[in-house]
């Protein structure tokens, strides 16, 4: 004779299941650039959120390199399990300096994101080829407590400059929004990268204006990428005008 669950057990019964496969899945751990912010990351997160994973976009300090990444670091820490992390912009940098002893981190991707050497600073990275048009639309730096300097970008430059396939008025609030970088992280050399030692995907725009498509191709073959996707069309904010193909991107690097 055939026994049926009831409607309780049923339940329970998919719920453990659920939260089983949910657990299988990594951590994606998101680290926002320059003159972006968390929510950047918004359309990526609701799809993988969709397909079961734990997700933290992590509100990246923007005061230096080391102290950013040191941050992040502690993120990576109090996280149990397999880590997918993922960098976009400066956030890249970030990610490329994080110290990966003691987390989980399994994989990287990089989000139109930068991968410097060791020793090499972000500055003098963004100048090994030519095409980017960033420089020509800051603002005045603004100067802090500190002695560091806030740079933002012009918010009448910002649509066209970082986010130009983005609907105009979204790009407006985006820069009313932006958070600004400290202009010393630019300059602050890196450490021993994290794209040595990880598997590392890269994905980017064909019509980025901060940083030029031939900066993120060689930086993907000097990696060793396992894939380096170029999006036709795509500005630097490749993660809120394409977020499906981000989020793909990084849903195959949880497969490493």
Request: aromatic residues 8%; without cysteine; hydrophobic residues 45%.
């Amino acid at each position: 004779m055939k026994k049926f669950l009831s409607g309780t057990a049923m339940l329970a019964a998919f719920l453990i299941s659920g939260s089983a496969l949910a657990a299988s899945k990594p951590t994606v751990v998101l680290v926002h650039g320059a003159f972006a912010e968390s929510a950047s990351w918004d359309g990526v997160v609701a799809k993988l959120l969709k397909d079961g994973y734990p997700v933290v976009a992590v509100a990246n300090p923007l005061r230096g390199l080391k102290y950013d990444a040191d941050y992040v670091n502690e993120v990576l820490k109090s996280i149990k399990g397999p880590i997918v992390l993922v960098g976009h912009s400066y956030g890249g940098s970030v990610i490329s300096d994080v110290t990966i002893k003691d987390t989980g981190v399994k994989s990287l991707v990089f989000v139109s994101g930068l991968a410097p050497e060791k020793g090499e600073s972000v500055s003098e990275l963004g100048k090994k080829f030519p095409g980017s048009t960033l420089g020509g639309t800051l603002a005045p730096p603004v100067l802090q407590p500190d002695g560091k300097h806030d740079l933002y970008i012009e918010q009448s430059k910002f649509w066209k400059q970082f986010a130009a396939d983005v609907p105009k008025d979204k790009a407006a609030l985006m820069g009313a929004e932006q958070r600004p970088i400290a202009a010393e992280a630019f300059e602050e050399p890196s450490s021993e990268p994290t794209w040595k030692s990880l598997p590392s995907h890269f994905i980017y725009g064909s019509e980025d204006k901060n940083l030029p498509p031939a900066l993120h191709a060689f930086m993907a073959k000097r990696a060793s990428a396992k894939e380096a996707v170029e999006v036709k069309g795509s500005s630097h904010v490749v993660m809120i005008s394409h977020p499906d193909k981000v989020a793909a991107m990084i849903e195959r690097a949880a497969d490493d």
